[in-house]
């Protein structure tokens, strides 16, 4: 299985950008399909972005299109997420996530693996 930790959270202005960190460790990188999700209290996770296992391919949510980037470096066992032009709306805890590659990769109930998550607030 896959380890994941998210890092490069924090406080921004509205406009302002961000980008986020998902290390992994334990099997290899280019085994899984990685996404974003993002969640606040008492709703449910809502998927932000994700790419496949080779970075060839990307897909967004409506809400992000333009304005967030997702990336991956298999060799450094990392994946990005580039938040620009950033809302109050944006403003949740952000979580990674690994699909095995012989999973789909556009929905929730293709990710096994999570990590614990990193807080992300857009002031206005």
């Known amino acids: 299985q896959v380890q994941l930790v998210e890092s490069g959270g924090g406080l921004v202005q509205a406009g302002g950008s961000l980008r986020l960190s998902c290390a992994a460790s334990g099997r290899t990188f280019s085994s899984y399909h990685m996404g974003w999700f993002r969640q606040n209290a008492g709703k449910e996770r809502e998927f932000v972005a994700a790419?496949?296992?080779?970075?060839?391919?990307?897909f967004y949510a409506d809400s992000v299109e333009g304005r967030f980037a997702i990336s991956r470096d298999n060799a450094k066992n990392t994946m990005y997420l580039q938040m620009n032009s950033l809302k109050p709306e944006d403003t949740a805890d952000y979580y990674c996530a690994a699909a095995p590659k012989g999973n789909g990769w556009r929905t929730r109930s293709s990710y096994n693996y999570w990590g614990q998550g990193t807080q992300v607030t857009v002031s206005s």
């Open positions: 790419i496949n296992w080779n970075g060839v391919s990307t």
